[in-house]
């Protein structure tokens, strides 16, 4: 009997792959590693991409966009980190799970790898987009399903989606080194799919490095593929979560550089979408605009929706509208003519349910919420859709934990 279970123990040592020899690129530096880390992760790496091109970007002066929780640690302690430097996240399992592909997630915007994969309950009720929360997200299910998962954390929450297109691309090459393989598997959620899917489809800036041909399969869950403009037409209810004289907290772009709250008419340049005034805060959300007045309208009940949109002064409110910001920099129309490549076979995931608590929900036609649906289903631009899903019951925020999501993911990366 014990002569059987040596043999089995033999036999199972020789089907698992040994990792490889842990090396980087020489342009990857490893700063640090932690292995005290919250929330089901096994250990996380700090690394510091050094070529050049990389740069110190704006934050909010109030510190809203700042690095916070156990990621601060990781940050080295600090709040305003370089964009060079990014967080690669292990899962339990990622060097002895049984599949062979490994999986990188890439979260959205003003997120991080804990509350969007391991931890949607970490900031408390309402956000993951419900009135509780779960504490297990993706990442466990996809680790029980025998997957080897990691995730990558950005140092800007919002920030310039070249940067971190290449860094998605610094990660894969550092999985690729620790495990032996030759290609991974990416999921994008919202703002993450902006930064898989150029990667994959080579959109960079004249510093950065062309698609390296070792990604196998891209899933986009409630990624804006054929952009958004929410934002715009929705500003005024958009514009009361951000204003900080109308109490606004929340870590978002707004519409808007001048705004009357409690009757007073304040200038708060660095929440533009625009460079404005010497801030660029939101690079990353300038960068995902699209124009659907034409397709959905614009939603007229709100205040100042006409100059909101189009640019101008409103009663209560100056803007520079929705195609200034666009030709300040949004990339949909660059990522769908580059064209994701045939050889990655791509999913494209959407919610149905714009029910998203705490927000003004896109109502102007069918989406998760702030995406429409037509959007995070469009095929514009890829070579190989491999299969669509529409969970209905899924809005903007529960899609990285909804059971239904988790089920599809795990089917189509299987």
């Known amino acids: 009997m014990r002569y059987l279970w040596t043999v089995a123990v033999l036999l199972t040592a020789l089907l698992v792959p040994v990792p490889a020899q842990a090396t980087t690129p020489s ?15 096994s250990r996380v790496e700090r690394y510091l991409d050094t070529t050049s091109g990389f740069t110190q970007e704006s934050y909010p002066p109030d510190g ?37 592909t490994p999986v990188l997630l890439v979260h959205g915007a003003n997120d991080n790898p804990d509350r969007a994969w391991a931890n ?15 504490c297990t997200g993706l990442m466990q299910r996809l680790v029980d399903a025998g997957h080897r998962v990691f995730a990558i954390g950005f140092a800007h929450k919002e920030g310039d989606n070249f940067m971190q297109a290449q860094q998605v691309g610094d990660a894969i090459a550092v999985i ?15 703002k993450g799919m902006m930064s898989t899917r150029m990667y994959v489809s080579s959109v960079k800036p004249g510093w950065g490095r062309s698609y390296a041909g070792d990604v196998r399969k891209l899933v986009t869950i409630g990624g804006p593929n054929a952009g958004y403009d929410y934002p715009f037409a929705h500003g005024w209810a958009h514009d009361l979560s951000i204003w900080p004289e109308c109490g606004g907290q929340v870590n978002s772009p707004a519409p808007h550089t001048h705004m009357t709250c ?52 409103g009663f209560f409110t100056a803007g520079p509208g929705i195609q200034a910001a ?43 919420g702030v995406v429409f649906t037509t959007s995070a289903l469009s095929r514009t631009g890829i070579g190989n859709v491999a299969g669509t899903a529409l969970v209905a019951t899924a809005n903007h925020l529960t899609l990285g934990w909804h059971s239904s999501v988790a089920s599809q993911v795990a089917s189509w990366l299987n």
């Open 176 to 190: 690729k080194d620790r495990l032996g393989v030759s290609s991974v598997d990416l999921v994008g959620w919202s």
């Open 262 to 313: 409690y009757g007073v008419y304040a200038y708060r340049p660095e929440f533009s979408f625009v460079p404005t005034g010497g801030y660029d805060a939101y690079p990353g959300q300038r960068q995902m605009l699209a124009r659907f007045d034409g397709t959905y309208g614009i939603d007229q009940t709100q205040q100042d929706w006409y100059t909101t949109y189009y640019g101008g002064q």
């Open 64 to 100: 809203r966009g700042d690095q916070d929780g156990q990621r601060l640690t990781f940050f080295g302690g600090v709040r305003r980190p370089f964009s060079g430097r990014f967080l690669l996240y292990y899962a339990p399992g990622w060097n002895t799970n049984p599949k062979s």
């Open 27 to 41: 342009y990857l530096t490893l700063e640090a590693t932690y292995t005290s880390v919250a929330n089901g992760w």
């Open 120 to 134: 949607p309950g970490e900031s408390g009720g309402f956000g993951c987009g419900a009135i509780t929360c779960p």
């Open 326 to 368: 666009i030709d300040a920099g949004s990339l949909i129309s660059r990522i769908q003519q580059a064209g994701v490549p045939s050889s990655v076979a791509t999913y494209l995931l959407a919610g149905g349910s714009p029910t998203v608590v705490g927000i003004y929900n896109e109502n102007r036609g069918p989406s998760d």
